[in-house]
């Protein structure tokens, strides 16, 4: 018995283990969008069902002497695929569609590994219920679970912080191999057991019980369906605000997690009456808070609003499965219908909202959705809680026509890709304060007066009291015409201080946002400089260019309010010096409501032998917003200039942090 309980946790350990070392590995090649960590998800539920079914049709099929001859072979060519590294030939050039290239590359690399892991604990408590006939295999469902949820909530506390990216994954190709020789084990146990005790493996398997109905089995996927619909919107919504990160990936999966251990550990934590009253609830509460555009911006609000409601609603569709559970005999199917619902789910918020919703509202009809269920499985149950439900289930519907209607709200133009959603806004009727701006997620990315003696008047972020407009204006005026790089092209707005002979080049890895900057804006056409773009992620595009020779770098890279981390990193500044000439600024755009940038870029500086200085403008002109900008440079004369010089703010150093490279970046330290 302990053979198969410690098979399993080890599988699910791995299992789980391997999604954050994966994703965080390939995120810096697509930009650091949200997004990546929703198509690796999408990714691992669709392999965890192909791992059921192959469990389901295994065990169904197969003797359990050709289930272990099979399962054997495959778990051999797997470790052909070891090490789990990525290669260079996977990193994006910017034209790829994102979505199928981090698929392909997923499947490539551990697509074989991950698919056995997959199936070890249906397939083990197959042959565990076989062995151990009238001993319940579903606590070993709930051991699974707790093995994976150690692994997510260790990673970014234990693992993330001290072990290089490329040697985690070393790690974890090493304990997969012992993964394999445990299983060859119970194998080899489970093939022995039946030959010497034929007719307890049979009674095992012809076990009492009612087949499940094909009702009784979409009731399990739905259920499923909706708790990991919700998981993946729940991720995006808290992700796309802060930052993609390992940490905050992991907290609604390990609360997912939680949930199903929780209710099939089998002590009677699933209290049904009490959670469909709190769900009742809680969906309210969070549709609320969704559609409240004034509740936007307050993260501690969000994400403890969302985080609790995701574990009321996960107790409730988890505790509904625990309750629901057959026969020893149909858990393989059991599991499959689980594992189909979770694929349908994670698809449907991966790969199917993206394309037909024009913004984030797959979380507003996920909580309509869980409110449908709510009434279905309490319709037979007490009036108060048919009440209830009825009344979750239109106030989310509110809450949703509510948030559209606030989405839409002098939007000119909605779209949506990989790298996020997109809006034009248009203010002011017909009065001189008439202006336009571009809306990534819910942070501004550039304005425009639409006067005509006001649209070459650079603002918000940009304005010449700026950070980054006194680094330009510093270098005015220039015999030699001045080469100005920026990575983040938002409407192009820098474009407004170029000169006749200067060369502006924009960075951004969002086709869509190069598309409406050259179109809804005229910064860039009404620039007396050539202005060029490059499509794809900065720092590849970097890499693999030849020295730039910039006067002025500027790092203005945003994923809504999400500033993808290997653009902040020694790595990467390692790259930025490469294209700026001596004397040149590299300027870091660091304005956020959540994450204390400032001291990271002074670390990373100092690491570097560079001077630093701090430029927070208060944003006091009517055009112009509040922004910190840290400039650097390896000459101080350049920090020094008049135009600098006058506006500098001292630097709150934290000289106990380490400078941030690609393998170590703690989150927590820069919370505000």
Known sequence: MLLYAFTIFVSAFLLFLVQPVMAKQILPWFGGSATVWTTCLVFFQAVLLLGYAYADGAVRSLSIKAQVRLHTGLLALSCLVLPIVPGAQWKPLGTENPTL?????????????????????????????????????????????????????GYPFLLEPWVPTRAQSLCWSAAYVVFVLLCMGCGW???????????????????????????????????????????????NHICQNISAIP?????????????????????????????????????GVMGWTLADRSLTHELRLQIGVFCLGL??????????????????????????????????????????????LPAYFELAFG???????????MRRNHVVFVTLSGLSLLFTLGATAWSIQEFYDSTLLATRNFYGVLRVQEFGGDTASRHRSLIHGTILHGTQYLLPKLTHRPTTYYTPTS?????????????????IGVIGLGTGTLAVYGSKGDLYRFYDINPAVIGIANRDFSYIRDSDATVETSLGDARLSLEREKPQGFDVLAIDAFSSDAIPVHLLTSEALEIYRRHVKPGGIIAFH?????????????????????????????????????????????????????QIACAVSPIDARSEWSARTDDFNKIVQVIK
């Open 189 to 235: 146990f489970s093939l022995r057991a039946a030959s010497s005790l034929p007719r307890v493996a049979a009674i095992a398997t012809s076990d009492a019980g009612t087949a499940p109905t094909p009702g009784r089995q979409l009731l399990w996927g739905m259920l499923a369906a909706t708790s990991s619909f919700l998981l993946l919107a729940v991720s």
């Open 467 to 483: 950070g980054i407009g006194r680094a330009i204006e510093s270098l005015h005026p220039s015999i030699t015409p001045l080469r």
């Open 311 to 356: 574990f009321i609603a996960c107790m409730f569709c988890h505790g509904e499965l625990a309750r629901l559970k057959p026969a020893p005999r149909y858990l393989t199917r059991f599991y499959l219908m689980i594992s189909a619902g979770g694929a349908v789910g994670a698809a449907l918020v991966g790969l199917l909202a993206p394309v037909v």
């Open 247 to 283: 940490l905050l990936w992991v907290v609604p999966l390990s609360i997912y997690l939680i949930t199903f251990i929780l209710c099939f550990e089998g002590r009677g934590w699933y209290q049904r009456d009490l959670f469909a009253a709190m769900l009742a609830a809680a969906l």
């Open 367 to 377: 909580l309509a959705a869980c409110a449908a269920l709510l009434l279905v499985q």
């Open 590 to 642: 660091v304005t956020n409501r959540f994450l204390n940038l400032i001291p990271v870029v002074q670390r990373l500086a100092e690491a570097q032998q560079l001077f630093a200085v701090l430029v927070s403008d208060d944003g006091d002109d009517s055009m112009a917003s509040r922004s910190d900008w840290v400039l650097l440079s390896d000459n101080a004369a350049s920090l020094q200039a008049s």
């Open 101 to 153: 290239l981090i698929l392909g590359l997923l499947g490539a690399t551990i697509g074989l590994p991950y698919l056995l892991l997959s199936t070890t604990s249906p397939l083990l408590q197959a042959w565990f219920a076989q062995r151990f006939p009238g001993r319940s295999p579903y606590r070993l469902f709930a051991l699974s679970n707790l093995a994976s949820m150690l692994a997510l909530v």
